[in-house]
């Protein structure tokens, strides 16, 4: 008898899977059994995924905070030597104005007011055709 022709046979076959299905159902039982005795074993398995996701999330922060350091230090960079040229501009603009050119400038300023502001009106009444007949 080879080995295979025992497989022909059907009772043996059934047998063979129900054993299998036994053990099967005995094993996890016996693993539920264990699961039941240390309900931590399961807490401890999330916890451990709990951590992980946690540590994933600090570097993207860790990230974060890098590149937002970094474009702060820039616009400081960008902001330490923006003065200087500032108070150039300012102090060649005032060299401008002062001096002859500021006189003159006063000088037209003075001439535009006194031409467009309005002339005095003469103390005397004006004749209307209600004067007229009193004269």
């Known amino acids: ?22 053990g099967r159902v005995f ?9 039941a005795r240390n309900p ?6 999330a916890l451990e995924q709990a951590k ?3 540590d994933a999330h600090k570097q993207s922060l860790r990230a974060a905070r890098g590149t937002l350091t970094g474009n702060i230090e820039g616009a400081r960079d960008t902001l330490r030597y923006y003065r200087k040229p500032l108070d150039r501009a300012r102090e ?9 050119l500021r006189q003159e400038a006063f000088e037209e300023a003075k001439q535009l007011y006194r031409t467009s502001r309005p002339k005095p009106k003469s103390k005397r009444p004006r004749r209307t055709r209600e004067t007229e007949s009193d004269f």
């Open 1 to 22: 008898m080879e080995p295979l022709e025992l497989f022909r046979d059907p009772l043996v076959v059934i047998g063979l899977a129900i054993a299998i299905f036994a």
């Open 27 to 35: 094993y996890m039982a016996k693993r539920l059994k264990s699961a």
């Open 40 to 45: 931590t074993l399961a807490d401890q398995r």
């Open 52 to 54: 992980q996701s946690l």
């Open 92 to 100: 060649g603009t005032t060299k401008a104005i002062s001096g002859a």
